[in-house]
DNA sequence: CTGAAAGCGCTTACAG
DNA sequence: CTGAAAGCGCTTACAG
């Protein structure tokens, strides 16, 4: 095809240096101002485009951040990279994707191909059952900066963008508690992960403090998938077990192990209350509609680009900062609300 | 931080020539068996990685992929992109994804990016208001393999890769029909779009087969929202229409609407039959389940990805193909079946 | 099977 | 405010 136009053809055609036509195209500051307008209409009229790969070999630096998150197709991550891909698009940075599928052999593989990607810096929401930091080394060691959000890790030194999961778990367990439930069951996932372990530290606080005590046996560890939670209605019905709540730390989870309870006979809420996590669209169409934890997903993707394009930007150091937490908060909806028996037709 | 690694400190050290350490870590034919362990013992022992932008601006190629999705916080998009994600990753392909939140402007926008950033192919599924097709006439120009999915041009030359959706409205609204519907509402998207338009033709088909009028205002062309499904649902107790059966282009809005419909005191499915589009996996939760077609997005990705992977590496001109059709199908659950009434407890 | 050399298209320190 | 020149790290046609 049409060989591509270059800085030296705009300088020949002009009759000035290739390094004055590269300036203005940068909008360098020593360059005047009409020979600059000159010069952006003359690559505009022959259809330059600027070749990144020399420009980003000379210059070291790749314009692209890199992602990876445990999967594409969760709403909440889908949301995340959302957010992201607004803020990265808005300040000309490239998003380069990838995802670990939950495993941590696939991560380690992921974080090596961003590497030799050379992005610029890489957000990453950590695999279920990835263990250690080690695989993150190299960006560590080449002072590539790295930004944890959502599940992260809590000795890591580096930036994350969280929200307070264990007020999280409080607030849930809380509200359960103030319907009068009095045997909470907790179903959540891999406790190594930060999200899980505060929530089951929030959970442990409120029945704490209102003199409850805890029960291991009800704290279900499992991979918060739909059927965890239909298994799990059927052992409640097997076991005869005495449950008037439920906190899950997933919606779909929660939702799946709602309807599976209602099929076996039980009432929501009045049989068992449930509060679910994420805040997913879900949740309001659902019936009951489930009461859950809002996510700011969209917020978090925006926050973590944004803190890592300033940090690239030199406009801040996220050496300086530990955590950002943002706001989440608690939303009431039909499936935990005993008190004032709302307007469920079901 | 410490300097990087290039081919000349290998070769240096080896005392060969910086041609041979290239080839060598390019797995050429011609260099020794030898010499090529060699050469890869002492790159993995200097912790060498490969200087992409050297390598492209030699190569004049990116082995990434665009991707332009309409939003990427959809079920069916997320789906999608899991497939490309994955099919790319294993060919060592990168993909730079960025969605045009159903603007036309946002569009284009992202279509210069793309084209500024030389990916070696793009892979889009147009916006919901998208007019005309050339913005992409760079891609063409350039000899730029393009790709689009779902959301396809009937008249661009371009492969499209696609569902048969004139099958997938013929096959919910017989399906209605079968269940003993007469009136049958069909809500739907932006009919320049060809799901739409496809979908609305296979419902008129449906109809005509079936001896049945089609009835011009029994279409609601919406933005497929949950709030145009909730609208349509107040419309339909307002006008007092006789209407039996609805087909909606998307589940979320189809759950919408259904659940308004009860909320109004309309019985599913013996009141009102329903049928949404995509197989969302909320379908499965909601009472009661909603009965849809399957949209196989997954697959959709990897087919898309593979396709263009295959014709940038020459195993496949994608010039030579039109059309890639996959295989979807009509799911019945507890929605729409009146006739067996089902185990609908609700 | 291996090497010398040119060149991909930029950017920027240095000089004026 | 502008230019000459070097160099970023690779790849590959050519030669042997």
Avoid: W
Avoid at 15 to 37: E, F, G, M, Q, Y
Avoid at 158 to 168: A, E
């Amino acid at each position: 095809m049409s060989r591509e136009i270059t800085i030296y053809d705009i300088a020949a055609s002009l009759k000035i240096s290739p390094a004055t036509v590269s300036r203005a195209l940068n909008n360098h500051d020593a360059i005047n101002n009409n020979t600059k307008a000159l010069i952006h209409a003359k690559a505009e009229e022959m259809g330059y485009r600027s070749n990144k790969f020399a420009s980003n070999l000379r210059r070291q630096k790749t314009n692209t951040i890199g992602v990876i998150v445990p999967r594409l197709n969760s709403t909440l991550m889908s949301a995340v990279l959302a957010g992201m891909e607004k803020v990265a698009n808005e300040s000309g940075y490239n998003l380069l994707i990838s995802q670990s599928l939950e495993s941590f052999k696939k991560e380690i593989s992921n974080v090596k191909t961003m590497f030799n990607s050379r992005v610029d810096g890489l957000l990453v929401s950590v695999s279920y059952d990835t263990e250690g930091f080690e695989h993150f080394k190299p960006f560590i060691k080449k002072n590539i900066p790295l930004i944890f959000f959502d599940r992260t890790f809590d000795d890591s030194d580096c930036m994350s963008i969280v929200i307070d999961n264990v007020k999280g778990g409080y607030d849930a367990t809380k509200h359960l508690l103030e319907q009068g439930c009095k045997n909470i069951l907790h179903i959540t996932g891999n406790l190594k992960r930060n999200v899980y372990a505060g929530r089951l530290k929030g959970y442990m606080q409120a029945l704490e403090e209102n003199g409850k005590k805890f029960h291991g046996e009800n704290v279900f560890v499992t991979d918060l998938s739909p059927e965890a939670g239909r298994t799990i209605a059927h052992q409640i019905k097997t076991t005869n077990a005495n449950v008037d709540g439920i906190f899950v730390s997933n919606d779909f989870c929660a939702v799946a192990c709602m309807s599976e309870l209602k099929k076996l006979g039980y009432s929501i809420p009045s049989d068992i209350a449930i509060v679910g996590f994420n805040n997913d669209p879900l949740t309001e169409v659902v019936e009951p509609s489930l009461s859950t934890i809002h996510y700011p997903g969209k917020e978090m993707g925006e926050v973590a680009a944004k803190s890592m394009i300033n940090h690239l930007n030199g406009l801040m150091n996220i050496g300086h900062t530990n955590y950002i937490v943002l706001e989440s908060e608690l939303i009431i909806r039909n499936s935990s609300t005993k008190q004032t028996s709302s307007t469920s037709k079901t």
